[in-house]
Structures are given as structure tokens and as C-alpha cells.
């Protein structure tokens, strides 16, 4: 089976520019996330969907990121200026979705972003 | 506030001897427990879970310990080998979504 895909790997910008990053879960994961990983650090949920509603955005700085999911699939995290903290990697997770919780969440290889 | 501590010192371990890993927790109440590996460049990868109720699972050489009492779980790999060599995360879950904490990770070198 096809795991977690994300786009780009790499990007280097700016501060103040705008980045966006793309992520397509497993096929029939109705749950996504999206983490947010600083060298050093464990990953940090910044947003959770399931289907394409928002269960969890609390750790989400929303006066420059922004998340969405459109038809429960795909999803595309952007960040809108980049500061220089926002250097680190974005992961991108999916699971099954059954209620309950406790369900292995399957990893994409992240996107590794460098602010200058 | 929440939080999950690990080792943040490398394990440094011979092949073939057991490598124990600790995550302690405070100011919460996790439902269950999950350990995950991160190699580097790469996304973390699942590997057990545990759950409130059990105190231990074992899954080939992996075997994981869960005290809710002492809010600790153990990490065990016996006949460690230099493949095993990686990060490893373990990550707390209490709500019925799935939302995961993560600690920061403990990395494990296995020389031959």
C-alpha cells in the first residue's frame, strides 16, 4: 500500500515570504495531521482533520498558518509571512479515523523548511 | 502543564546487550502510550502501543511497560543489533480522536 506522500521535501525561503506544503494521506484514512518537528524537539501537532473538519487546530498560530482539506483527502498547511522560527520540518500523518482514538498513525517523510 | 520527558542523552550500547529506554510523564492521564522510531530524515514510524489497563507488551525483540502509578513507561530492546539504531518517540493519547503529545526522543546507537 502507498504511504503518506508529501511535497516539496526541501524548501528554503525567506522571512516574510509565504510557503504552502502538500500532503496525500493513505487512501481511506479519514483522519490527517499535520505536525510541526524543531530540530531536536518531538513532533508538535499543529492541526488535526477528520474527513475535511477541523477537530483540532489549538496549537495552530492562525495569523500565519493556515490548513485545509478539501473533499477528506488531500490537504495543504501554508505559512503566510515566515518567521525564522518557522524553520523546522512538517510532518504529515494519517490514520483510520475509527472512534476512539488509540490507532497508529502512519507518517509521511516531512518537508524540510529553512528560513533565512 | 503537560508534560513527557525522555532521556536526552544517546544511548550508547553494545550489539546484543538489552538497551532500556525510559518516558515519564506529569499532569496527565493517558489512555494509552505509543513508542515510535525516527530514523534521520524520515517521518517517525510506529511500533507498539499500550494501553491504560495493561502493564506490558511484547511485540519479536520490543517490549514496553506502561505504570500509571509511577507515570512511567519502559522501552526494551533485547539483542540490540546496529540496524536498531535510531530515534525513539514515545507519545501519549488520552481523547477519543486520536491527538497524540510527543517526547522529544531518545537516540539509541548500537555498535557492533
Known sequence: ?116 | SQKIEQNSEALNIQEGKTATLTCNYTNYSPAYLQWYRQDPGRGPVFLLLIRENEKEKRKERLKVTFDTTLKQSLFHITASQPADSATYLCALGSDSWGKLQFGAGTQVVVTP
Do not use: M
Open chain 1, 1 to 116: 500500500e502507498a504511504g503518506v506522500a508529501q511535497s516539496p521535501r526541501y524548501k528554503i525561503i525567506e522571512k516574510r515570504q509565504s510557503v504552502a506544503f502538500w500532503c496525500n494521506p493513505i487512501s481511506g484514512h479519514a483522519t490527517l495531521y499535520w505536525y510541526q518537528q524543531i530540530l531536536g524537539q518531538g513532533p508538535k501537532l499543529l492541526i488535526q482533520f477528520q474527513n475535511n473538519g477541523v477537530v483540532d487546530d489549538s496549537q495552530l498560530p492562525k495569523d500565519r498558518f493556515s490548513a485545509e482539506r478539501l473533499k477528506g483527502v488531500d490537504s495543504t498547511l501554508k505559512i503566510q509571512p515566515a518567521k525564522l522560527e518557522d524553520s523546522a520540518v512538517y510532518l504529515c500523518a494519517s490514520s483510520f479515523g475509527r472512534t476512539g482514538g488509540k490507532e497508529t498513525q502512519y507518517f509521511g517523510p516531512g518537508t524540510r523548511l529553512l528560513v533565512l
